[in-house]
């Protein structure tokens, strides 16, 4: 997720997550928190949105790596994507160059 100055959310694109398509990226992200890396990834994403141009994530002011659990039914059949819960793994401020 991604923060602007108004605590405004935003879903962050997964090209500015990893390399390759998006179950790929998806799979990486899995991956690197399972092995206790969600700040490392935390670090590099903030990294590739502080060089951006794209609106609304060049105004974003920190990334945070969630982990959320949804209802199926809701998510696909209602386009409701409220997380019944969340955790937040890690959180990283964007430093513009």
């Known amino acids: ?27 990486q992200i899995n991956k690197q928190c399972k092995n206790g890396k969600s700040k490392k990834l935390a670090k590099k994403v903030a990294r590739r949105l502080a060089k951006t141009k794209d609106v609304p994530f060049a105004n974003l002011e920190r990334v945070e790596v969630v ?12 386009g409701d994507k409220t997380p019944l819960s969340e ?3 890690s959180t990283q401020n964007i430093v513009k160059p």
């Open 1 to 27: 997720m991604g923060y602007d100055s108004a605590q405004q959310r935003y879903y962050i694109p997964y090209h500015y997550i990893g390399n390759g398509g998006f179950n790929q990226v998806r799979r």
């Open 67 to 78: 982990k959320g659990t949804y209802d199926f039914e809701t998510y696909f059949s209602k």
């Open 87 to 89: 955790k937040v793994l």
